[in-house]
C-alpha cells in the first residue's frame, strides 16, 4: 500500500538500445517522485533551508520492462521514520496502478546544509513524512486501490 502516487510520463531519450527504459531511469523517477513530495507537499526548502536530504542508499528491483510512450505510476510511502533519516519505498507500475514494474527505496539522511553533520529531521518535514507511513508489510499488496 502506498500512501501518495504520481503519473510520470516516459520520454523518447528514456528508451536505450535494447527498446525499453533504462534502469538508470528508474532510479531517477524514484528520487524524482521523493523530492518533488518533499518540496511540494512537505515544504522543503532545497535552495537556503537549514537541513537538507542525503542519499545514502539506494536499490531497485525490476519485474517487467516498460518503454516510451507508457507512462509510470509510481507509489510513494516511509517505511522507516527515525531521527535523522527516512527510507522511502517506492513501487513503479503501469499507468493502471496494477501492474508492477520496479519496487525500490531510497534513504536520505538529514544534514546540516553547511557541515554535513546529520541533524533531526525538522518538525514541519517529520510531520508531513508521518502522513506517508504505512502499515506493515503484509496488510496489502501494494497496488493502487481503483
Do not use: Q
Amino acid at each position: 500500500m502506498y500512501a501518495h502516487w504520481e503519473t510520470v510520463p516516459t520520454r523518447w531519450k528514456d528508451n536505450d538500445v535494447y527498446g525499453h527504459v533504462n534502469n538508470a531511469v528508474h532510479y531517477a523517477l524514484m528520487d524524482t517522485v521523493i523530492n518533488a513530495w518533499l518540496v511540494e507537499r512537505a515544504g522543503l526548502d532545497i535552495h537556503g533551508g537549514a537541513a537538507i536530504g542525503l542519499c545514502v542508499e539506494s536499490h531497485c528491483s525490476y519485474t517487467a520492462s516498460v518503454a516510451f510512450p507508457e507512462a509510470i505510476r509510481v507509489g510513494l510511502r516511509v517505511g522507516r521514520l527515525g531521527r535523522t533519516s527516512v527510507r522511502y519505498e517506492l513501487g513503479l507500475f503501469r499507468s493502471d496502478g496494477r501492474t508492477p514494474v520496479a519496487d525500490g527505496h531510497f534513504v536520505h539522511v538529514f544534514v546540516d546544509r553547511g557541515t554535513r553533520r546529520p541533524v533531526e529531521i525538522p518538525a514541519p518535514l517529520r510531520a508531513a513524512m508521518e502522513k506517508l507511513v504505512v502499515p506493515a508489510a503484509g496488510s496489502g499488496d501494494g497496488r493502487e486501490d481503483g
